[in-house]
């Protein structure tokens, strides 16, 4: 069945490490927290790399985060992936997609694609995804 999850999220984020710094960019690397609020209720464990350029508001990342909670009443985990780039703070391209076959418990078989806004300080989520039906 296709559907999809919305809510919101609390993130915690902290550099691990130091960062690698050359002329015209530095690269890091960040742990990631979340709490989970709304039709996917849970937490979430991950890293992400970043590449941050001397063009204020050029930069890319890539995250790999373990989300566990229950998804619409059924409980499991799944790893999302990220990929994000933006141009001197705009264009911003975000790209977050469910791995596949990273489903746990009732999510086995889970895949989609995750939406994430951020107005005015609130992190929302929208995960358009498509589950098996859970009956034989």
């Given at each position: 069945m296709?559907?999809?999850?919305?809510?919101?999220?609390?993130?915690?984020?902290?550099?691990?490490?130091?960062?690698?710094?050359?002329?015209?960019?530095?690269?890091?690397?960040?742990?990631?927290?979340?709490?989970?609020?709304?039709?996917?209720?849970?937490?979430?464990?991950?890293?992400?790399?970043?590449a941050?350029?001397?063009?204020?508001?050029?930069?890319?990342?890539?995250?790999?985060?373990?989300v566990?909670?229950?998804?619409?009443?059924?409980?499991?985990?799944?790893?999302?992936q990220?990929g994000g780039?933006m141009?001197?703070g705009?264009?911003?391209q975000?790209?977050?997609?469910?791995?596949?076959?990273?489903?746990?418990?009732?999510?086995?078989?889970?895949?989609?694609?995750?939406?994430?806004?951020?107005?005015?300080?609130?992190?929302?989520?929208?995960?358009?995804?498509?589950?098996?039906?859970?009956?034989?």
């Amino acid at each position: 069945m296709a559907t999809h999850a919305t809510g919101t999220f609390d993130i915690t984020m902290a550099p691990i490490g130091t960062d690698d710094k050359a002329d015209g960019s530095t690269l890091g690397r960040m742990s990631i927290a979340k709490k989970f609020r709304g039709d996917l209720e849970g937490a979430s464990q991950g890293e992400m790399m970043t590449a941050m350029t001397d063009i204020e508001g050029s930069a890319g990342y890539v995250a790999l985060e373990r989300v566990t909670g229950t998804l619409h009443g059924r409980h499991g985990s799944f790893i999302l992936q990220h990929g994000g780039v933006m141009t001197r703070g705009h264009d911003s391209q975000l790209t977050i997609l469910v791995v596949p076959d990273s489903a746990t418990d009732q999510l086995v078989g889970l895949t989609g694609k995750m939406a994430i806004v951020v107005s005015e300080g609130v992190h929302t989520y929208d995960l358009h995804y498509t589950l098996p039906d859970p009956r034989p």
